[in-house]
């Protein structure tokens, strides 16, 4: 057998290879809202070519990439056509993930929620893209508060969150808050000045013979360590110990010794377990009612609540960093985002961002009190600027021609022409022809001028000798792509042609409208 093996997942179409537009962002200010000058995206648009136009700006500096896909159940959702075969459904799953590992930081974390039908083929091909050892847990969230009696087998009571991060080595989740039921552990029946204590076992497992030894308890009554284990410290540290009354031997004082620790010298967070129960971070009925309150005529099938996506990014990141989610839906993770002082990036496609996700994000700015508002003190405040996507750079005309779409006035041609070349586009308001940079003193411009020799002397002339310059351009006189050594002439559309995919509008998970779902109902999904 030739060749190199390894273990993968394999599937139909799955090295069918797909080359995603580098699309640009409009910006459409009639639906922004508050702080003009923030960095908040809500994005309208297929998720496959938002992602890729957000690659350029944001590769390597996304601290926490949530997603909820669709779980490709078989059933049909009210805004998703969920009913995709398994190679298909990796297949719309492949190029997000490649992408979105390339957007998160080296200490990002990217959290997927899934339930069992498609769990642990996305398991398997997540560590493909992360590398198995960058896998952290399999997190059980508990979405229902009652059993689905008419299951036909068993009633699913909880839903998958595969957790990865960018790297494990330099990746470690925040301590969570701790709860009051942690703190009423602690209690003080000596009346110690340093205050509340609990007590902890003296013995441990693996004996030490040097730590066997006699204890005798206030009332004269001598204890060894139980059999096979030894005492947790030396006999001159538990002399220590006993010094700074730290070792309890019970009210009566003949109790077997245990070690006291206080609540002042305990870490300040708890760390987080892998299963979330409903009574700690929401349920789906919730999550129903948060919907509800910014959109009574159409509610999610399984929204997620927003006490849940607050513990994901108390785990995942701190006041500033970037949340993404790219399977917006009803809009939590950016409603969550933003009362917790996170920067975000929402993505949606279907009109649901019109209906769900601008008015309850316009809600949390205005100061909302819904989900956890209350927990966070939110007040409202910042804003969110609005994007769609613009449409392909090329299309074809009547005789099969790729032409450029018309609807791309100048400056919009400059900037498709800067991100396809892998430039940052930043035009100088000083010198006409520096559009945008890929490195220092290299530069580019579009035109659709005709470019002629002496238009090319010209710019040379005011080019220092260090400079280099990429123009685009539909056409330019001969002799023109060979006339400087730090002027390269490029025509559009062939320099742009066999890069990528033009003409496509949508890489969808087939978003449909179907009836509504009775929302009073349990989750059937």
Not at 149 to 164: C, E, F, R, T, V
């Amino acid at each position: 057998m030739s060749g190199k093996q390894r273990l993968e997942l394999t599937w139909i179409g799955k090295y069918d290879e797909i080359k995603v537009e580098p699309r640009i962002l409009l910006e459409d200010k009639s639906k922004g809202y508050g702080d003009p000058n923030t960095e908040n995206m809500l994005i309208h648009g297929d998720n496959l070519l938002a992602l890729k136009a957000l690659e350029q700006e944001f590769a390597g500096k996304i601290k926490c990439i949530y997603i909820d896909p669709p779980y490709n159940t078989g059933n049909a959702f009210e805004h998703y056509d969920d009913n995709l075969e398994h190679s298909t459904w990796l297949n719309l799953m492949k190029p997000r993930l490649e992408i979105i590992y390339n957007l998160l930081a080296d200490d990002g974390s990217l959290w997927i929620s899934i339930d069992d039908d498609e769990c642990h083929y996305l398991k398997v091909f997540c560590d493909e893209i992360f590398g198995r050892r960058n896998f952290v847990a399999n997190v059980i969230w508990e979405k229902k508060f009652s059993p689905q009696n008419d299951a036909k087998w068993l009633s699913d009571s909880h839903d998958h969150i595969l957790l990865y991060a960018k790297n494990k080595d330099i990746w470690h989740p925040n301590l969570l808050p701790r709860t009051a039921e942690m703190d009423d552990r602690y209690k003080n029946p000596d009346n110690d000045p340093r205050g509340p204590w609990t007590s902890g076992d003296l013995s441990v497992k693996t004996p030490n013979p040097r730590d066997i030894y006699p204890i005798t308890t206030p009332t004269g009554r001598v204890i060894m360590p139980p059999e096979s284990r030894s005492w947790v410290v030396s006999k001159e540290r538990f002399e220590e110990l006993l010094k700074d009354n730290r070792i309890w031997f019970g009210q009566s004082g003949n109790n077997v010794p245990r070690l006291k620790r206080f609540l002042s010298e305990v870490q300040e967070g708890a760390v987080c377990k892998t299963i979330w129960f409903r009574t700690e971070v929401g349920d789906n009925q919730e999550a129903k009612r948060e919907v509800k309150a910014f959109n009574n005529d159409e509610v999610f099938t399984t929204p997620k609540p927003e006490r849940l996506i607050e513990r994901i990014l108390t785990l995942a990141t701190n006041p500033g960093d970037w949340v993404l989610d790219s399977f917006l839906g009803s809009g939590t993770t950016a409603a969550v985002a933003h009362k917790m002082g996170r920067r975000w990036i929402g993505i949606e496609f279907g009109d649901h961002c019109y209906t769900h996700c601008l008015p309850r994000l316009k809600a949390v700015v205005d100061g909302e009190q819904g989900g956890i508002s209350k927990t966070v003190n939110w007040q409202g405040g910042g804003g969110f600027r609005f994007f769609e996507l613009a449409p392909s750079l090329l299309k074809k005309d009547k005789y099969g021609n790729w032409v450029i779409d018309e609807r791309y006035n100048a400056d919009m041609l400059a900037a498709a022409m800067a991100k396809h070349q892998g430039f940052t586009y930043a035009p100088d308001g000083e010198v006409f022809w520096k559009h945008g940079y890929s490195y220092d003193k290299d530069y580019i411009f579009t035109t659709t001028q005709f470019v002629t020799l002496e238009y090319l002397d010209l710019i040379h002339q005011e080019m220092a000798e260090d400079e280099s310059l990429l123009i685009c351009c539909k056409a330019f006189q001969e002799g023109a792509d060979q006339r400087y050594d730090n002027i390269n002439v490029k025509k559009i559309p062939q320099v742009l042609l066999n890069k990528c995919d033009f003409g496509v509008e949508s890489y969808s998970m087939n978003i449909v409208n179907l009836p509504a779902i009775d929302e009073e109902a349990d989750d059937h999904e």
